[in-house]
């Protein structure tokens, strides 16, 4: 009974999260290795925070409210700082849900640990420990994720916005610890408020994401059909890339033209899987994938950060579009 309480609320509630994606955005063995690594963070925060009062001689009471949840919130925020680094995350959706596995990874561990360790039989200890520290520890580390692809999707990504997400996570994690409200009524408003507020976050950036998809994804086929069909010129994006031509040689026009064409043949494609996944179909994987995207790195490298400034009213590499080509690796 013990070990259910703990264990398996925080699994079925990621699953939930998992099946409230319907576009597809989360990648499994990235949302393992986010439970994996949510496991040895644990392991690693247990670590060093048995050693912090060794070498202070810190107070149980101090280390927990105010220690334990900085160290332990930096350890779990650091596999959302790669993934993001790896551009394997592209909107909150998804962010969320990879913040919550590693949550819950922790958790997992942590309750593990305390089920070895202690056999109080009050079931009230079980109920608090499965549902509202496991649930704050997922709750932490996915709120920390909403705030870092937030700001890296409006290219505000610096250590401020770093910080800030650092410290949403530590408030709420040191408050928790602090137990200024009943834990059992705070377990139970983490129960409540807690799958309230991701159907929110869920529900808002679905309706975004539909909306880039349908609006992008109309205007970049009608643009490619121009392209292939050899009038491209009399398109707005034609006459800017005219308007231009006399700044570049002759070669760098001709490779701005190839790199435009070949980006609206990858990002056609990386939305279209991205609907398929939405509607239950399998992807289409064409087998000169990569030998286009790396025909873009290429053509990127030649036309350099000025061309690609030039470019930007029509293409911004932006991290929302790098992530998307990413996603057809």
């Given amino acids: 009974m013990e070990a259910g309480l703990s264990i398996f609320p925080v699994i079925l509630f990621l ?40 070498l202070t001689n810190m107070q149980f009471l101090t280390l927990s ?19 993001i680094a790896k551009k394997r995350v592209g909107f909150m959706i998804d962010a969320a849900i990879y913040g919550f596995a590693v949550g819950a990874g922790f958790a997992l561990a942590e309750n593990l640990f305390y089920l070895k360790t202690t056999d109080d039989p009050n079931l009230w200890i079980w109920i608090i420990r499965g549902f509202g520290t496991a649930f704050m520890h997922g709750g932490c580390s996915s709120l920390a994720a909403v705030i870092l692809i937030a700001a890296k999707t409006r290219s505000r990504f610096n250590r401020g916005n770093i910080l800030i997400a650092l410290l949403a996570a530590y408030s709420i994690h040191s408050a928790f610890n602090h137990f200024y409200v009943d834990p059992v009524a705070q377990t139970f408003g983490i129960i409540i408020l807690l799958p309230l ?15 880039w998809l349908e609006i992008e994804f109309n205007s970049e086929i009608e643009l ?32 701005m033209y190839c790199f435009i064409r070949v980006y609206l043949e990858l990002s056609i494609k990386a939305k279209r899987n991205i609907m398929l996944k939405e509607s239950g179909f399998p992807v289409i ?7 286009k995207i790396n025909e873009l790195v290429q053509l990127r490298k030649q036309i350099g950060k000025v061309g690609e400034l030039t470019l930007s009213p029509l293409i911004r590499m932006n991290y929302q579009n790098l992530w998307k080509i990413n996603s057809l690796k």
């Fill in 285 to 291: 994987i064409e087998s000169d994938l990569a030998e």
């Fill in 15 to 54: 699953i939930f999260l998992f099946l409230l994606d319907s576009f597809k955005l989360v990648i499994r063995k990235y949302l393992f290795a986010a439970i994996l690594w949510g496991s040895f963070s644990a392991v690693l925060a247990y670590y060093l925070n048995t050693f912090i009062p060794e």
């Fill in 224 to 255: 490619l059909n121009m392209i292939n069909s050899g009038r491209f010129l009399a398109t707005r994006a034609g006459e800017y890339l005219a308007s231009v031509k006399s700044r570049f040689p002759a070669e760098t026009i001709v490779d």
């Fill in 65 to 83: 409210r105010y220690v334990a949840p900085a160290t332990e919130e930096i350890i779990k925020m650091l596999f959302i700082l790669l993934i």
């Fill in 197 to 211: 507020i991701f159907i929110l976050i869920f529900r808002y950036n679905e309706k975004q994401l539909q909306n």
